[in-house]
C-alpha cells in the first residue's frame, strides 16, 4: 500500500524545509500532496519562491494521512492561528499517525497541546516559548518527528521516510541522493 503524506503550505514557509521533505518523500513513494492553507493555490516562500499548491486546505479529502508534515519559516504564525491547522495536527496525533514539524513549527504542536511529557527539539529562536528544545537535529518521540531547521532538512526527511516505511527505504533515498550520513 503506497503510504499518503499532506506538506501544509501557507506564505512565509521556509522553501528547504517544505521542498526537500516533498521531494524526498515523492522519491521514496509517498503520495504526498501538498495543501496550501489560504484560498489560492499560489503560495510564496520566506524568499521569495512561488510554488503551486496541489489543492487547499478547505478542499482536502479529510480523512488523515499517514504523514503530516508542518515546514517552518515566518508562515508558521498564520499556521498557529488557523483552528483548522491546529486540529489537524492534535487529529493526527491523537489517532497515532506520524506528525513532522521543523524549525518553528512546533509552535503548532504547542498550540495543540502534543508536546507536553515528549521530546521534541525546533529552530533556536523559538526557544523562549518551548524552552525544553533537545540539542538533536532531530528528535523522533513515538509518531512525533520534530526537526530543528533549514539545515536538517534531509535528516528529517530520511526520518520520516525511515518511520513510515522503513529503514531499507530510507538508505536507498540516502543513497540516491548522495547524502553522507
Known amino acids: 500500500m503506497t503510504p499518503r503524506a499532506e506538506l501544509l503550505l501557507t506564505d512565509g514557509f521556509e522553501e528547504v524545509e517544505a521542498l526537500t521533505p516533498v521531494d524526498l518523500l515523492r522519491r ?5 500532496e501538498t495543501l496550501a492553507v489560504g484560498p489560492g493555490l499560489e503560495v510564496t516562500g520566506k524568499h ?15 480523512d488523515l494521512p499517514d504523514l503530516l508534515v508542518l515546514p517552518g519559516g515566518p508562515g508558521v504564525a498564520t499556521l498557529r492561528k488557523d483552528r483548522r491547522v491546529v486540529e489537524r495536527a492534535r487529529a493526527q496525533h491523537q489517532a497515532g499517525r506520524t506528525l513532522g514539524a521543523i524549525c518553528a513549527a512546533p509552535l503548532v504542536l504547542l498550540e495543540a497541546s502534543i508536546l507536553p511529557g515528549r521530546p521534541y527539539t525546533g529552530h533556536f529562536s523559538i526557544r523562549e516559548e518551548l524552552p525544553d528544545l ?7 518521540a513515538g509518531p512525533l518527528i520534530t526537526s530543528q531547521g533549514a539545515g ?3 535528516p528529517f526527511a530520511l526520518t520520516l521516510i525511515r518511520e513510515v516505511i522503513g529503514e531499507e527505504k530510507a538508505g536507498e533515498v540516502a543513497a540516491s541522493i548522495c547524502y553522507p550520513g
Open 134 to 140: 533537545a540539542a538533536e537535529p532531530v528528535v523522533v
Open 48 to 62: 521569495g519562491i512561488a510554488v503551486r499548491a496541489d489543492r487547499t486546505l478547505g478542499d482536502s479529502p479529510g
Open 152 to 154: 536538517t532538512a534531509v
Open 28 to 32: 521514496a513513494g509517498f503520495e504526498l
